[in-house]
């Protein structure tokens, strides 16, 4: 699964290792900056929230140009990004974000994992609040 999990575009003009090791750099430093957010998640939740949506959808712009959705540093920011929209109660676009994350998720994790089944629970509350009772019941058995 290691390979899956740093799958690279598949494109006409493969990127250079130069620009894959460049990514995976900027990733890593994305992630680290939310991490140092979270640090300080008060002051920041209070006055940069719309600025942190901004920036993980850039980051996810950037690194989607060389990484598949289903690598972990582009499923790493679109849980950000998730939990960004649930922090402002953008349901839709939570909703969005889970949906892209949970076919990742299922191939990269076993069955019974809580990272799947917490992102099914996600998914089945978000169902319902946006009144999609049936993908919701749906959801939430899975």
């Known amino acids: 699964q290691d390979k899956e999990k740093v799958e ?4 006409n003009d493969p ?6 090791r460049d990514m995976i750099k900027y990733a890593r430093n994305m992630i680290e900056e939310f991490r140092r957010a979270k640090h300080y998640k008060y ?3 209070l ?12 980051s ?3 690194m989607g140009a060389v990484f598949e959705d289903s690598n972990v540093y582009m499923l790493h920011m679109m849980y950000q990004a998730m ?6 109660q953008d349901w839709e676009g939570a909703l969005r ?3 892209k994350i949970i076919r990742p998720y299922s191939k990269h994790y ?13 998914l089945g509350r978000l169902y319902m609040a946006l009144e999609n009772r049936t993908a919701g019941v749906k959801a939430l058995k899975r």
Not at 47 to 58: G, V
Not at 112 to 121: D, E, I, P, R
């Open 60 to 62: 996810l712009d950037k």
């Open 43 to 45: 002051i920041l939740c």
């Open 8 to 11: 690279i575009r598949k494109l």
């Open 110 to 122: 076993p069955s019974y994992s809580l990272n799947v089944a917490s992102m099914w629970l996600k």
């Open 47 to 58: 006055t940069l929230t719309p600025e942190l949506l901004e920036i993980c959808e850039l």
């Open 83 to 88: 939990g960004v929209c649930l922090y402002v």
């Open 15 to 20: 990127p250079s290792a130069e620009t894959v």
């Open 97 to 99: 974000y889970g949906q």
